[in-house]
């Protein structure tokens, strides 16, 4: 199975790789690595991170106050977004795909 990032998702991903390098250098490298981690996690174990709705998932990072939202589909893992947790909560809930 692949993953694909929805367009809003990449780019919120971008822009957060973005800020960290803005912060320090080499932070924004340590963040995308951190997300695609949590990515392998996910492609491995793609049923058992915390359900958010019925067909939509979350799965935390670990050194980032982010977390990965994603759906498994048929032929792909969907990355709804890469979700900040101290920000609106559920903004990303008109990107997901209906089953």
Same mark, same amino acid.
């Given at each position: 199975m692949k993953? +694909?990032?929805h367009p809003q998702a990449r780019r919120e991903f971008n822009q957060a790789i973005d800020y960290y390098q803005s912060c320090k250098k080499g932070l924004g490298k340590?963040?995308?690595?951190? +997300?695609?981690e949590a990515i392998q996690r996910i492609m491995?174990?793609?049923e058992a991170w915390t359900l958010?709705? /019925?067909?939509? &998932? &979350?799965?935390?990072? @670990? @050194?980032f106050p982010f977390g990965i939202i994603y759906q498994?589909?048929?032929?792909? *893992?969907? *990355? +709804? /977004? +890469? /979700?900040h947790l101290n920000r609106k909560p559920d903004y990303w809930?008109? &990107?997901i795909e209906e089953k």
């Open positions: 993953y +694909v990032f340590d963040f995308a690595k951190e +997300v695609y491995a174990f793609p958010l709705s /019925a067909h939509t &998932r &979350r799965c935390l990072t @670990q @050194q498994v589909l048929t032929d792909r *893992i969907l *990355i +709804v /977004a +890469v /979700a809930l008109n &990107r």
